[in-house]
Each structure stands twice: as structure tokens, then as C-alpha cells.
């Protein structure tokens, strides 16, 4: 989608959008896995746990955090990552809200 398209849309048609390219990559959906899982602050464990270059978790990282659906501290070198909370929040509603509108599939009827 063009960047000067957007506007033609509403703003949670973008969010949504921007939140489902994030969901996009089987190892942005592991490191969220692990951090829902985790339930806290977490740094350093990824690597061994999805067995991916450290480069490639920390671009992996750059793109959740930019949507805001992590967030993160800096303590000297050592970084900590976490879910955002209120974030989190803002794409499960808008996603509900966009399958919800289906209220009952009528099977039969459809093409």
C-alpha cells in the first residue's frame, strides 16, 4: 500500500493494518509468544530460545517496538523488553471488533 494512499482509509483500517504486518513474520509472533509467556521484562534469552543471529532478533524487536506492541529499558548495555500493555489492549480490540462483525457465518447461503 502506497504511503500516500493511507489517508484514503480510517484510522484503525491503518492501525490494523500495520499491527497484522507486524503479526506478518513467524518470528515476530515467537518473540511475542515468549514475552506473553514470560509475563515480565526479558533480555538475552531470546537468541537461545528461537535460535536466530542476535542481528536478526534485534531488527525483529525494532519493528514491534515501533508499533509500540513492545516496549523496552536500557540498563548500561543490557536491554529489557516487554509487552505494552495498553497497546496490546488497542490491537486486540480493534481486531475483535473487526471479527465480531461476522456474527453468525451462514454456510449455506454463501458463494
Known amino acids: 500500500m502506497g504511503v500516500t494512499k493511507t489517508d484514503l482509509f480510517s484510522k484503525v483500517q491503518n ?13 515476530r509472533v515467537a518473540i ?19 535460535g536466530l543471529a542476535q542481528a536478526t532478533i534485534s531488527q525483529h524487536l525494532r519493528e514491534l517496538k515501533d508499533i509500540g506492541i513492545i516496549q523496552g529499558t536500557i540498563d548500561g548495555v543490557r536491554v529489557s523488553y516487554c509487552i505494552n500493555p495498553v497497546r496490546w489492549a488497542e ?18 447461503d454463501c458463494c
Open 15 to 27: 492501525n490494523i493494518a500495520v499491527a497484522a504486518k507486524a503479526f506478518a513474520h513467524p518470528a
Open 32 to 50: 511475542i509468544e515468549h514475552l506473553l509467556r514470560a509475563n515480565a521484562c526479558i533480555n538475552g534469552d531470546l537468541v537461545q530460545e528461537l
Open 91 to 108: 490491537i486486540k480490540n480493534q481486531f475483535n471488533q473487526l471479527f465480531d462483525q461476522l456474527e453468525s457465518p451462514n454456510t449455506n
